[in-house]
């Protein structure tokens, strides 16, 4: 009946109006969206393909590497979000899911691995924040882009998500300030200070955490949580006041609770620890000094083996050290062979798990084979070859080797201090070899690094610096067959480019002759 009165046919217009209103403005919405995604994609592929030109030396940038596995966690969550919003969107996503075991895709674990490794480089190399920010390492542009104020947040957010509060203020410093300066502002302020008065409070500055609370509640009067906050505060505060009242304890105290800080507690650290540990992280930026006595006997030298061994000719050989004795063999291994012996160990390749001495926990940040891939020489014609001239140069009986291992460092890819050999404690760690201990370490280098990655000897003072072809020879055993505790050492993290290296560990077992043993620890 609609068809017959003319009102109620002009309400159809009316419904027709609607109808094309809010279609146009579905279309309008849909079209904002699709075009963010568009300027998203655009930009994603425009630093694509500029890595994909060199992925190498793209992805030794440990900024440009640390920003690949945010685009592919956390940026990708977004896009997500906005993909599943509609069936299309939701089949594409399922297509992609389906190539599940083709495609690797990082994890929140991945993520703050990427940052907890950006912060020890930060750390062992003092970079400074705003310079790493703006892409710069060591004085040289090296990123593709700089941090926006939202990296950084993801950065300081990572760091507070690994307890570690120190850092968390940092980035959270650089994102603010980088959000003041930022056209297209990539987070909110609020979620910034909120960020950073926490760990403001965390590391001890009550005072300076309630300040930054209430210009949180200047930005978004109606936050809960920021609220809640300042009541603590306050009467964080107003506790330390009363403590501060009723206390005649020593005046550095007093003059941190006036300052509005707790006293920072005891966190457990040895002092030994912390020696090494500054002694390893200054070693690791070159500024170590080996002692004078040491450094006027060093010498360069050729060692002529041809007529020993018949194998090889001479070798440039580079006394690094005296007492313990640490040699540098240059020119070692051929590029050629280099490839092989990557080639062999790429396809089984594993995340890293390399213990912490310390803590006893399980670091994942370095990259190296498993057990099980380790290079057998009966498989390959190079390997072989290898061995045989490690037998030339040292002298030493090859049969009860372990089997060549293969190591990659990836974005702060490290080692930390550690002996090659097994202390008494552990005595049995190489029971089930039945060779004895590790006499001593033949350790190749299979690339340069661009910067970081040097080999250390807290200890000695002493730094190696990788150089492609080159190898490190010490022994890790006194000739009376005790471990030399000054052999130990730590691999540094990788700052700029990645690192290889293979290790031939040499036992004592077959040595006899070779390296006669003596009761006297200075017999050699
Ligand atoms: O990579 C390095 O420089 C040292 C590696 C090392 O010490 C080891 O694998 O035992
Ligand atoms: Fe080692």
């Known amino acids: 009946e609609v068809y017959t009165a003319m009102t109620d046919m002009s309400r159809l217009l009316t419904t027709e109006g609607e109808m094309i209103r809010a279609v146009e403005n579905y279309i309008l919405l849909q079209e904002e ?3 963010k995604l568009k ?32 685009r592919l966690t956390v940026d ?29 895709w990082p994890d929140e674990e991945d993520l703050s691995g990427a940052a907890a490794a950006l912060m020890r480089l930060q750390d062992t190399y003092n970079l400074d924040t705003s310079q790493l920010a703006r892409g710069y390492i060591n004085g040289k542009k090296q990123a593709y882009r700089e941090l926006t104020a939202g990296d950084c947040f993801e950065l300081g957010r990572q760091s507070y998500n690994n307890g570690d509060h120190y850092h968390t203020m940092l980035w959270m410093n650089e994102a603010l300030s980088r959000h003041e300066v930022e056209s297209n502002k990539t987070i909110d302020r609020a979620d910034i200070l909120e960020y950073l008065a926490f760990s403001t409070y965390m590391q001890g500055n009550v005072r300076q955490a309630l300040k930054l609370t209430n210009e949180l509640l200047l930005d978004r009067p109606d936050h809960q949580r920021a609220y ?15 403590q501060r009242r009723g206390e005649e304890g020593d005046s550095a105290d007093n003059d941190a609770i006036q300052k509005g800080y707790t006293v920072a507690e005891d966190t457990g650290v040895t002092e030994s620890w912390q020696k090494e540990r500054r002694a390893y992280e200054k070693l690791c930026r070159g500024e170590g000094k080996i002692p004078t006595k040491v450094a006027y006997k ?16 001479p070798v440039r050989a580079e006394l690094m050290y005296i007492n ?30 390399v213990q912490n001495y310390k803590t006893g926990e399980l670091e994942t940040a370095s990259y190296r084979i498993s057990k099980s891939a380790w290079l057998r020489s009966e498989d390959s014609h190079t390997i072989h070859q290898v061995n045989s001239r490690i037998e030339s140069i040292t002298g030493l009986n090859m049969e009860t080797a372990e089997e060549l291992q293969v190591a990659n460092y990836g974005l702060g890819g490290h080692y930390e201090p550690h002996f090659d050999f097994a202390r008494r404690e552990e005595k049995d760690a190489f029971k089930s070899l039945g060779t004895g201990n590790r006499i001593a370490t033949f350790l190749f280098y299979m690339s340069d690094v661009e910067a970081g990655g040097a080999t250390v000897f807290p200890h000695l003072g002493l730094s190696l610096w990788p150089k492609k072809g080159a190898a490190a020879f010490w022994y890790n055993l006194h000739p009376n ?19 290889w290296v293979s290790n031939k560990w040499i036992h004592e077992r077959g040595q006899e002759f070779r390296r006669p043993c003596d009761v006297d620890i200075n017999a050699y």
């Open 228 to 242: 809640g906050n300042k009541i603590y505060y306050e009467e964080a505060l107003q506790n330390q006041m009363v």
């Open 481 to 499: 067959g005790e471990g030399d505790t000054l052999t130990r050492h730590a691999a540094c993290p990788v700052l700029v480019g990645t690192k």
């Open 324 to 353: 313990p004795t640490i040699t540098i063999y240059h020119d070692v291994l051929s590029d050629p062979e280099i490839a092989v012996i990557k080639d062999l160990a790429t396809p089984r390749f594993r995340r890293a798990t």
């Open 298 to 313: 060093l010498v360069c030298f050729y060692q002529n083996f041809a007529s020993k061994f018949l194998l090889i000719g």
């Open 76 to 104: 990708w969550a977004d896009i997500q979000n906005v993909l599943t919003a509609d069936s299309m969107g939701r089949a594409m996503l399922s297509n992609l899911t389906s190539m599940a075991d083709l495609l690797r």
């Open 33 to 35: 969206k699709l075009q």
């Open 39 to 70: 300027r998203d994609m655009t930009e994603m592929e425009r630093i694509h393909d500029e890595a994909q030109r060199s992925p190498d030396s793209f992805l030794g940038n440990p900024i440009n590497a640390y920003l690949l596995v945010k």
